[in-house]
């Protein structure tokens, strides 16, 4: 499909392991954005990328967590040593450009990866 | 047509003044979010709200979910305050839909 394509849509693991969590973005769209949100929760802001560089990781909410995009392109959002805190549903969007700083630029957003840590 | 939509665009306001961000979306939401960007490009989750009013400092959030309509307040604004606030709403298939954002610059 022409859509945000992330995987796994589920993804249950124990605490303490490794997970790795992808997103495709849609052809062609420069910024790509990782958000989260647990139960009850309000949206969370990770990181964004525009091409291939993250100029911001402060929302990155500890050390175990990285992001990478490579190539423009797909990207990885890591966590390492997972928490039960960890437990939310990880959301990426894409979009032509930055999007909102005076621009009129729409996020685009998968389905979202549900990550359950027992 | 935008399933958010925001207004003012932009806004400026002088230090003190009472400020008001309006949001209307026109689908069916599990919840809606308050979402502030500053320069540099950081988002910060302001409010999450489903119904009624939430308060945090000087920043108040409504929503009035039969007429689809929220707002976002700020009381005795600050220039540190200046940052584009976007309204977003959610639903239950965790479809997210975005407003345009509103710019708003707080003179000293």
């Known amino acids: 499909g022409a859509g945000v394509s992330q995987s796994p849509s589920n993804k249950v693991t124990e605490k303490g392991k490794d997970v790795e969590l992808r997103c495709d973005p849609i052809s062609g769209h420069t910024a790509l954005y990782w958000y989260r949100q647990s139960l009850g929760q309000g949206l969370e802001f990770l990181i964004y990328?525009?091409?291939?560089?993250?100029?911001?990781k402060s929302g990155l909410p500890s050390d175990r967590f990285s992001a990478e995009r490579t190539g423009g392109s797909v990207s990885t959002l890591t966590i390492q040593r997972t928490q039960q805190e960890d437990s939310a549903v990880y959301l990426c969007?894409?979009?032509?450009?930055?999007?909102?700083?005076?621009?009129?630029?729409?996020?685009?957003f998968g389905d979202g990866t549900r990550l359950s840590i027992l | 047509k935008n399933e958010v939509e925001q207004s003012p665009q932009n806004l400026t306001a002088q230090e003190g003044e009472f400020i008001t961000i309006n949001c209307s979306y026109s689908v069916g939401i599990s919840a809606l979010h308050w979402l502030q960007q500053h320069p540099g490009g950081g988002i910060v989750s302001l409010f999450m709200?489903?119904?009624g009013k939430k308060k945090h400092g000087r920043l108040i959030a409504t929503i009035n979910i039969q007429e689809k309509h929220s707002s976002l307040h700020i009381t005795a604004s600050h220039p540190r305050d200046s940052a584009v606030y976007i309204c977003a709403v959610s639903n239950t298939g965790n479809q997210f839909y975005f407003g345009t954002g509103t710019s708003l610059t707080v003179i000293p």
């Open positions: 990328f525009q091409g291939n560089s993250a100029p911001d």
């Open positions: 969007a894409s979009s032509l450009a930055t999007a909102w700083v005076g621009s009129n630029q729409p996020q685009h």
């Open positions: 709200l489903s119904s």
